[in-house]
C-alpha cells in the first residue's frame, strides 16, 4: 500500500494537551501528518474534552460518531477513505481496546498494507473493565510499537510482562516539559502554608466532589486553607 513517507495518526479527540505533541511529530516527520479525531457534539462522548482548533504544521480531519446501542464509536467509513487516499507509511493508533475502528486498522496494517501500527496507550483506563485491563497487554504485543503514558507503566511493562525493550518508550503524557521533581524540604513547607490545590479534569469520574467534602471537613474542624 504505502507510496510515501506520510503518517496517519487517529485519536478519539483533538485536546489541547495532546496538540504540541503532534505538532512536534508533523515538523520533524519527512512526509505529510493527518491526524484524525472524532467530532465535537453537545452529548456525545467525550464532550467535555473540546478539540483544540488551533492550526498547526499536521493536516487535520475530523469524523463523526456511530452509535451503537448505548456506545458511541469513530465511523469507520471515512476513516479508512481517507487512509486510503493519504496511502501513509505507518499508522499511530489509540490504545483503546473498545474503540472498533482500532482492530480494524491493526488487522489491515499487519495482514493487508504491510505497515507499521504503533499504539499510542496505557495498562489501566480510569472506569476500565478488569477483563479487558487483564487482556491489554497480550493485545499490545500484536502492534509493531507502543507508546505508554508514563515511565511507571513503561517499567512494568518491560518487567512484569518482559515486553521487548526495541518496540517499547513512553512519552509522560507528551507533556512539552515535566517538572523537576520537589524536595523533602519543600514539601513540608508546602504543607504547613499555601493553598491546598487539586488539578484534574472536570469530569465525573475524578470524583471532585470527594475533595469538596474533604475539604469542608478541614474548615469545619478550624482549618483555614482554601481549596484551589
Not at 515538523?27 to 472524532?38: A, H, K, N, S, T
Not at 517499567?155 to 507533556?175: A, Q
Request: net charge positive.
Amino acid at each position: 500500500m504505502p507510496n510515501s513517507q506520510h503518517l496517519v495518526i487517529v485519536q478519539p479527540k483533538l485536546p489541547a494537551y495532546r496538540w504540541s505533541y503532534f505538532e512536534r511529530i508533523a515538523r520533524e516527520w519527512p512526509g505529510r501528518v493527518l491526524v484524525i479525531f472524532g467530532e465535537d457534539t453537545a452529548d456525545g462522548p467525550l464532550s467535555s474534552l473540546p478539540n483544540d482548533q488551533r492550526a498547526g504544521s499536521f493536516e487535520r480531519l475530523e469524523v463523526p460518531w456511530t452509535r451503537c446501542g448505548s456506545r458511541s464509536f469513530l465511523a469507520i467509513r471515512p476513516v479508512l477513505a481517507a487512509i486510503g487516499q493519504i496511502r501513509p507509511a505507518a499508522l499511530l493508533l489509540p490504545g483503546d481496546f473498545n474503540e472498533p475502528v482500532v482492530h480494524l486498522l491493526l488487522l489491515m496494517a499487519r495482514f493487508r498494507w504491510r505497515i507499521p501500527a504503533v499504539c499510542l496507550g496505557q495498562y489501566r483506563r480510569a472506569g476500565a473493565r478488569r477483563m479487558v485491563t487483564a487482556i491489554k497487554p497480550l493485545w499490545h504485543r500484536a502492534f509493531h510499537g507502543l507508546i505508554l503514558y508514563n515511565q511507571r507503566e513503561y517499567r512494568f511493562y518491560r518487567e512484569g510482562f518482559n515486553f521487548p525493550v526495541k518496540r517499547l518508550t513512553f512519552l509522560n503524557n507528551g507533556l512539552d516539559r515535566i517538572p523537576t521533581a520537589p524536595t523533602l524540604k519543600n514539601l513540608r513547607r508546602k504543607f504547613h502554608a499555601g493553598s491546598f490545590l487539586c488539578l484534574g479534569r472536570l469530569e465525573p469520574k475524578n470524583r471532585f466532589d470527594l475533595v469538596i467534602a474533604a475539604h469542608a471537613n478541614y474548615v469545619r474542624a478550624g482549618g483555614q486553607r482554601p481549596l484551589i
